[in-house]
């Protein structure tokens, strides 16, 4: 493959990518923040079971039987966000919405790679369970689900977490993906991110790995190196729709590509987003929900915070055949 530089779009929302493997060797003259860092163990980690008392009172979680809410037993707990950017009881010139965070897990574990598939199956059902939840409340448009993992990406607290802020309004990039989506719909005739797992998986030079159900695909254009897009197979707009087998299949998928990650970029801080159809938005013909994986393995700086273009130096195709020869067994 040649490194000569080459401009892509996302074939989805026309954002622009620069791929330009050359830039790689520039000088750094200023040092790097090393992208996961954190104490050894947990002091006084609020997250941790046994400090339920540090954080508000859960609205979802599971537990062994017979425990008591707001006290140890658990599995996972949702609890509002101690700290919310959006207000319940909002006043009439506040920001109305719910902030919430997923605490994982029980134990003080910060990769969520080091996670079971059957727990990390937990999470993505209580994703599913707190959509649902959300959808309830007919002023709320639609839920951002995240993850932010290392200081880089964002994170305040190292025990694996996720967080569910739900808005009353779309945000402008799931915006500009349904709009975009929908064009393609209306000129094609089919949904584009249907075309998009075809293609994909036709060519095989960016896949990273697939199950019966998903497909891990080096994006086309990333905003940073060994971005990777996890995509069902078959049509599927809500993720609210996904069933507990599902879930687990995913969840496996998942762990295999964060350990690639982590062996082939150097255990980097990364985020995960989930981008679903909006609350109520029914059997969308032309949009898919999918998980972008966007570690950070640079930092934005002016044409990406000025201009919304990004430039990175691994070509997804060798970063999809990287992440491939990394890939654990199972």
């Given at each position: 493959?040649s490194?000569?530089?080459?401009?892509?779009r996302?074939?989805?929302?026309?954002?622009?990518?620069?791929?330009?493997?050359?830039?790689?060797?520039?000088?750094?003259?200023?040092?790097?923040?090393?992208?996961?860092?954190?104490?050894?163990?947990?002091?006084?980690?609020?997250?941790?079971?046994?400090?339920?008392?540090?954080?508000?009172?859960?609205?979802?979680?599971l537990?062994?039987?017979?425990?008591?809410?707001?006290?140890?037993?658990?599995?996972?707990?949702?609890?509002?966000?101690?700290?919310?950017?959006?207000?319940?009881?909002?006043?009439?010139q506040?920001?109305?919405?719910?902030?919430?965070?997923?605490?994982?897990?029980?134990?003080?574990?910060?990769?969520?790679?080091?996670?079971?598939?059957?727990?990390?199956?937990?999470?993505?059902c209580a994703?599913?369970?707190?959509?649902?939840?959300?959808?309830?409340?007919?002023?709320?448009?639609?839920?951002?689900?995240f993850?932010?993992?290392?200081?880089?990406?964002?994170?305040?607290?190292?025990?694996t977490?996720?967080?569910?802020?739900?808005?009353?309004?779309?945000?402008?990039?799931?915006?500009?993906?349904?709009?975009?989506?929908?064009?393609?719909?209306?000129?094609?005739?089919?949904?584009?991110?249907?075309?998009?797992?075809?293609?994909?998986r036709?060519?095989?030079?960016?896949?990273?790995?697939?199950?019966?159900?998903?497909?891990?695909?080096?994006?086309?254009?990333?905003?940073?190196?060994?971005?990777?897009?996890?995509?069902?197979?078959?049509?599927?707009?809500?993720?609210?729709?996904?069933?507990?087998?599902?879930?687990?299949?995913?969840?496996?998928?998942?762990?295999?590509?964060?350990?690639?990650?982590?062996?082939?970029?150097?255990?980097?801080?990364?985020?995960w987003?989930?981008?679903?159809?909006?609350?109520?938005?029914?059997?969308?013909?032309?949009?898919?929900?999918?998980?972008?994986?966007?570690?950070?393995?640079?930092?934005?700086?002016?044409?990406?915070?000025?201009?919304?273009?990004?430039?990175?130096?691994?070509?997804?195709?060798?970063a999809?055949?990287?992440?491939?020869?990394?890939?654990?067994?199972?």
């Amino acid at each position: 493959m040649s490194d000569e530089p080459e401009l892509r779009r996302d074939p989805v929302t026309g954002r622009w990518a620069v791929v330009a493997p050359a830039r790689a060797a520039r000088p750094h003259e200023l040092g790097d923040a090393r992208p996961r860092c954190g104490p050894a163990a947990a002091l006084a980690c609020p997250f941790c079971e046994g400090a339920e008392h540090d954080t508000p009172h859960e609205v979802y979680a599971l537990r062994a039987a017979g425990s008591a809410p707001n006290g140890p037993g658990w599995r996972l707990r949702v609890v509002p966000n101690k700290f919310p950017a959006l207000q319940t009881l909002a006043k009439p010139q506040a920001a109305y919405g719910c902030a919430e965070v997923l605490i994982d897990c029980p134990e003080h574990v910060e990769n969520p790679a080091d996670l079971s598939d059957a727990h990390q199956r937990d999470v993505l059902c209580a994703y599913r369970a707190r959509l649902a939840a959300h959808a309830a409340d007919p002023r709320l448009a639609h839920v951002a689900v995240f993850k932010n993992v290392g200081a880089e990406a964002g994170a305040s607290i190292a025990h694996t977490h996720s967080q569910l802020i739900a808005l009353p309004v779309v945000p402008g990039l799931l915006q500009a993906e349904l709009s975009g989506a929908e064009a393609h719909f209306a000129r094609a005739g089919h949904c584009v991110f249907c075309e998009l797992v075809e293609r994909e998986r036709t060519d095989g030079t960016r896949v990273v790995a697939e199950t019966a159900y998903f497909v891990a695909v080096a994006a086309y254009a990333p905003r940073f190196a060994y971005e990777v897009w996890l995509l069902p197979k078959e049509h599927a707009p809500c993720y609210e729709a996904i069933a507990d087998g599902a879930a687990l299949e995913l969840a496996g998928l998942m762990r295999r590509v964060l350990r690639a990650l982590d062996a082939v970029a150097g255990a980097p801080a990364y985020n995960w987003f989930l981008h679903t159809s909006p609350l109520r938005a029914g059997d969308l013909p032309h949009y898919h929900w999918h998980i972008e994986l966007m570690p950070r393995t640079a930092r934005p700086a002016g044409l990406e915070w000025g201009f919304g273009a990004h430039i990175v130096t691994v070509a997804p195709e060798r970063a999809a055949s990287a992440l491939r020869a990394a890939l654990p067994a199972q």
